[in-house]
C-alpha cells in the first residue's frame, strides 16, 4: 500500500533556528512529491514538485530535496510567518491522485 | 497563475437539506479536479476524482449518491451534498490540475456547517 510519513508532527523553533521537516514515503513507483504550506482555515498552498532523487529547489527560506525514500524541508532561519502546517504528498507513478502525509504543525516564536 | 476559487467559502444550512460547491480554475484549464474533506487538525482525504465530460471516480466509502460531482467544463466542477446531515460538517477543498505528472492547484476551502 502506498504510504507517506511525516516527522515531526509538530514542531516549535525560535525565530532564526533553522531545521528540517521530514517526509517518508513508500509507493509502488513515484511520478512525482509535491510540499504545501496550509494556513488554517485556508486551502493548502503549493510551494515545491521534485521528480526524481537527487532533484533540489529552493523559494526563500524553504529548500526541498529528495532520495529514493524521503524528502526533507529545509527551512533556514525561519520568520513567525512561516508558521504553518506543511503537507507532503506523492503522485504515483500510473495515477492521477495524491496521497498525503498528516503534516508538520510548525510554529515559529519570536 | 494557477489560481483555484470556490465558491461559498462559508454555508450553515439545516439538516436534510442540499448545498451545492463551485470549484473554478480562474487561469488555466482543468482537465481534472479533485475533491477532498478535511477535519480538524487532520490531513486531506481525497473524495472524488472528476476529469471533464466523464464521471467522477469516488474512493473507497465515499457514497456517491450523497455527494453528486459534476464537471461540466474545463474550469468549473461542483460538489452538492445531499441530504446533508451534521457528520458532513467539513471543510471542503477542491483542487484542479492539467493531467498527468501536473502539479495540483488548490481552491481555499469552503467550511460546510449542517445544523
Known amino acids: 500500500e502506498d504510504q507517506v510519513t511525516q516527522s515531526p508532527e509538530a514542531l516549535r523553533l525560535q525565530e532564526g533556528e533553522s531545521s528540517s521537516l521530514n517526509c517518508s514515503y513508500t509507493?509502488?513507483?513515484?511520478?512525482?512529491l509535491f510540499w504545501y504550506r496550509q494556513d488554517p482555515g485556508k486551502g493548502p498552498e503549493f510551494l515545491f514538485t521534485?521528480?526524481?532523487a537527487g532533484e533540489e529547489k529552493e523559494k526563500e527560506r524553504l529548500k526541498a530535496t529528495l532520495t529514493k525514500k524521503e524528502s526533507f524541508l529545509h527551512i533556514t532561519a525561519p520568520k513567525p510567518e512561516d508558521s504553518a502546517t506543511y503537507l507532503c504528498?506523492?503522485?504515483?507513478?500510473?495515477?492521477?491522485?495524491?496521497?498525503f502525509g498528516q503534516g508538520t504543525r510548525l510554529t515559529i516564536n519570536p | 497563475g494557477a489560481v483555484v476559487s470556490q465558491h461559498p467559502s462559508r454555508v450553515i444550512c439545516k439538516s436534510g437539506t442540499s448545498v451545492k460547491i463551485e470549484c473554478r480554475s480562474l487561469?488555466?484549464?482543468?482537465?481534472?479536479m479533485f475533491w477532498y474533506r478535511q477535519f480538524p487538525k487532520q490531513s486531506l482525504m481525497l473524495m472524488a476524482t472528476?476529469?471533464?465530460?466523464?464521471?467522477?471516480?469516488?474512493e473507497q466509502g465515499v457514497e456517491k449518491d450523497k455527494f453528486l460531482i459534476n464537471h461540466a467544463s474545463l474550469t468549473l466542477s461542483t460538489l452538492t451534498v445531499t441530504s446533508a446531515h451534521p457528520e458532513d460538517s467539513s471543510f471542503y477543498i477542491c483542487?484542479?490540475?492539467?493531467?498527468?505528472?501536473?502539479?495540483?492547484?488548490f481552491g481555499p476551502g469552503t467550511r460546510l456547517t449542517v445544523l
Open positions: 472528476s476529469n471533464e465530460g466523464s464521471k467522477a471516480t469516488y
Open positions: 521534485l521528480y526524481s
Open positions: 487561469d488555466f484549464q482543468a482537465t481534472t
Open positions: 504528498a506523492v503522485q504515483v507513478a500510473g495515477a492521477q491522485k495524491l496521497v
Open positions: 509507493v509502488s513507483g513515484l511520478r512525482g
Open positions: 483542487s484542479a490540475g492539467t493531467g498527468g505528472a501536473d502539479t495540483q492547484y
